[in-house]
């Protein structure tokens, strides 16, 4: 018993997944077999060699590919349904799910297929398995900027708030950051939030603080995607932990990116002693051969937190999901009880910590 498998068993919250990115390798090939679609790689093993991260344009390759093998609504539901069981095999209890749409529409699929899949996807995520999955729509701002004649932009901040009324919660921004600031998108930010939606968008990933500071003024962020990269800039790291802005660290996918050569030198432990309020996600795991538990028992493991600090990070990913304020103060408590009770059965005296604060 100990604070890795207190970890492992503790209840969870993930933050930052892409749909696309979280499919599974034996179902990529199905759907790429029942669709007619061909991929680089035939089997299981070949896919995981494809998914090794080369350069940022292959990791979009990767996802584009992944986005032509689903056609129809079945498609769809089935990788959200998927998705969900692989949260409840991790006790993860509440997800905030990233989409890009924008992806899906170029490539033929109209609003009504995906739309239609991914909520029955959602309903029987919560039946079968009592996750509860919200949506962020994200726009990929490269194909955005790029090929302004798709209006990427608008479709986007479009079917986000139409999909209110069906757990899409905030509206993302994603895709290459480098070269494509946040500025060019804040009326549709201004859009989205005037409609009720929050906003959570990449920033501090490939590109460094600029591109944080830019979320926050431009797009008045509510959380940063990574943000990791806001260590380069004190002043902002002072922001961010005073203000109380969530950064969604995701630290295998980091290094698979090369923002950081490895653990020893990734900046989650002096974030989070700065005061920065952080939370742990997998981002796209199986591309980056990882889990959200794999994740977190990264803060006992390589970064050698203790039980406090990882119960905040657990507590965190609650507390600063976009849940309504009741249901997300009732979750906080549900996840502070059960990570009482899980301290008496994995971690002995001299590791417990008696009680466990949740207030925001
Ligand atoms: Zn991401």
């Known amino acids: 018993m100990s604070l890795d498998s207190y970890v492992r068993a503790a ?26 679609v061909s991929l680089p790689a035939t089997d299981v093993d070949g896919l995981r060699r494809w998914f090794i991260y080369r350069d940022f344009p292959h990791f979009i390759e990767i996802y584009v590919a992944i986005t032509r093998c689903l056609r129809t609504a079945d498609d769809y539901e089935l990788i959200v349904h998927e998705l969900g069981a692989e949260l409840a ?22 609003e009504e297929t995906w739309f239609r899949g991914i909520a029955r996807g959602r309903e029987r995520a919560l039946a079968d398995f009592d996750v509860e999955i919200a949506w962020v729509f994200d726009i990929a701002r490269s194909a955005a900027i790029d090929f302004p004649e798709r209006g990427l932009t608008d479709y986007t901040v479009g079917v986000a708030i139409e999909g209110m009324a069906d757990g899409v919660v905030a509206l993302g921004l994603g895709g290459l950051e480098a070269g494509y600031p946040p500025q060019p998108f804040a009326p549709a930010f201004d ?24 979320a926050l003024t431009a797009l008045g962020a509510d959380r940063i995607g990574h943000g990791v990269r806001a260590i380069e800039d004190p002043a902002l790291v002072a922001h961010l932990a005073e203000h109380r802005i ?44 990882t889990t959200l538990t794999e994740e977190l028992a990264l803060l006992p493991g390589a970064f050698g937190l203790g039980v406090a600090a990882i119960d905040r990070v657990l507590l965190d990913a609650v507390r600063h999901s976009f849940l309504p304020p009741p249901r997300r103060d009732a979750l906080a408590t549900a996840f502070a009880d059960q990570l009482a009770a899980l301290k008496a059965i994995h971690l002995d005296a001299a590791g417990a910590r008696p009680t466990v604060d949740v207030s925001p």
């Open 11 to 36: 209840p969870k919250a993930e933050l930052h997944v892409h749909l696309e990115g979280a499919i599974r390798p034996a179902t990529l090939l199905a759907l790429a077999r029942r669709n007619g």
């Open 246 to 289: 969530p950064i969604e660290v995701c630290p295998t996918s980091n290094l698979r990116l090369g923002v950081f050569p490895d653990l020893a030198r990734h900046p989650l432990p002096p974030l989070l002693d700065a005061g920065v309020v952080l939370t742990v996600n997998s981002d796209d795991p199986p591309l980056f051969n």
């Open 89 to 110: 095999a991790q006790n993860a209890r509440y997800a905030e799910v990233t989409f890009t749409p924008g992806t899906h529409r170029s490539l033929g699929v109209p």
């Open 191 to 214: 859009r989205a939030r005037a409609a009720g939606l929050r906003s959570a968008p990449h920033a501090g990933e490939l590109a460094g603080p600029a591109s944080i500071w830019g």
